[in-house]
């Protein structure tokens, strides 16, 4: 197949195009000498006339909506789309702190259970503790962790351990933030 | 030592965005009322004609004025901003057509087979229709945009997503066709 384009097709095509055709062609007979002789300018001048009819007549028949009524949905969406992209690594921060809470939550469990359940104890204890007396033996028993040992000391860890967890967590969770904030 | 260095660029995005709407301001509400004066008839013509359906032409336009509004431009001036809807226009219609078609005729309302008819009076439409009907959509895509928006290879080229190598011989085959069809239909008329 042929893609060679004749010299003079961007003439016609011009002169089609500004709805010059066919009264140019009445003051140059030698182009529509051409243009009768030309199949690729023949079918040109039938195709752009017919297309550039088409657009004119179908122009005219649109019934066009009200521009402001498009502004304002756009408007809307942005918006909508604006508050979807900042919730989303929020969302994620979420998710991640929630897996970090688990996990850890695991570990302890696993830990706990090889030492055995020795510490859950202090359930059976709870009845008999009606009674309870702001010491130190109230807070032995109250609390679970407690049982790593016996006094104070041995709250000291969980209560290090707790807030230091929920610290990596909350900083997982804006380090998460930040770096779908850069993508 | 501030929070700002402790957590930087939380505020990058903004930044970024504010540097990107230097480069091509957003159009204000007047200036794309003007901007929808001068090219929504163009469109709509296009997506009636090359569809064959004024409502889904209707539906396809709003749609294609959100999309643009919401985007942001790369490149500055009417000729570009034009260029770009109707390279949107011409996406939402692939996707029209690629969708499966679920609707039955039961739920199609009754004003489009009205409006279909005063469209079909048109004497141009008498003519072009039945040849545009036997085109392939992205044929009556690239027809339209060649011989009615009067749009280059390149420029069709970036409206369609199309190498513009391609959009010469897709074009040239795609009119070499609908000349045929017109030729019938202008001999089948004058018998």
Redesign the interface.
């Not at chain 1, 017919?50 to 657009?55: I, V």
């Not at chain 1, 007549?57 to 909506?65: R, S, Y």
């Given at each position: 197949?042929m893609?060679r384009p004749c010299p003079r097709e961007k003439e016609v095509k011009e002169l089609v195009?500004r709805g010059h055709w066919p009264v140019a062609a009445e003051t140059a007979p030698e182009l529509r000498a051409h243009v009768n002789d030309c199949r690729s300018c023949?079918?040109?001048v039938?195709?752009?006339a017919?297309?550039?009819?088409?657009?004119i007549?179908?122009?005219?028949?649109?019934?066009?909506?009200s521009?402001?009524v498009?502004?304002w949905?756009?408007?809307l969406?942005?918006r909508n789309?604006a508050v979807e992209r900042i919730g989303r690594p929020i969302l994620g921060a979420q998710i991640f702190a929630l897996a970090v809470n688990l996990l850890l939550a695991v570990v302890f469990v696993v830990w706990r259970a090889r030492h055995g359940f020795a510490w859950l104890s202090w359930l059976e204890q709870l009845p008999q503790n009606a009674t309870l007396h702001l010491d130190s033996q109230w807070f032995d028993t109250l609390w679970p962790f407690a049982l790593f040992g016996s006094g104070w000391n041995s709250l000291l860890t969980p209560m290090v351990l707790i807030p230091a967890a929920a610290t990596l967590a909350l900083l997982g969770g804006?380090v998460v933030y930040?770096a779908s904030?850069?993508q | 030592m501030s929070w700002e260095s402790v957590?930087p660029?939380?505020f990058?995005?903004d930044a970024h965005l504010d540097a990107s709407r230097a480069a091509v301001r957003p159009m204000d509400?007047e200036a794309?009322?003007g901007f929808?004066?001068r090219s929504?008839?163009?469109l709509?013509?296009y997506l009636?004609?090359t569809s064959g359906d004024p409502a889904l032409a209707?539906d396809l336009m709003?749609e294609s004025?959100?999309r643009?509004?919401?985007a942001t431009l790369r490149e500055e001036g009417e000729v570009a901003a034009r260029r770009y809807l109707f390279r949107i226009a011409t996406n939402l219609l692939r996707d029209h057509w690629r969708r499966p078609r679920t609707t039955p005729i039961e739920d199609v309302p009754e004003s489009f087979f009205a409006r279909c008819g005063?469209?079909a009076q048109?004497?141009?439409?008498m003519?072009?229709g039945p040849?545009l009907a036997q085109m392939r959509p992205r044929d009556r895509q690239l027809?339209?945009l060649a011989?009615?928006?009067?749009y280059s290879h390149n420029e069709i080229a970036e409206v369609m997503g199309l190498g513009s190598a391609s959009i010469?011989?897709l074009l040239?085959?795609a009119?070499?066709k609908?000349?045929r069809l017109?030729?019938e239909e202008q001999r089948g008329r004058a018998l």
């Open positions: 197949m893609l195009e023949g079918e040109l039938l195709v752009t017919a297309f550039q009819k088409a657009r007549e179908a122009a005219g028949t649109a019934k066009l909506g521009p402001g498009l502004w949905r756009a408007q969406r942005r789309e804006v930040l904030e850069k | 957590i660029n939380v990058a995005r509400d794309f009322a929808y004066e929504a008839r163009s709509w013509a009636a004609r209707e709003q004025y959100v643009f509004l919401c005063d469209a048109a004497e141009s439409q003519m072009l040849a027809l339209w011989h009615a928006e009067g010469r011989l040239f085959r009119r070499r609908i000349a017109l030729g």
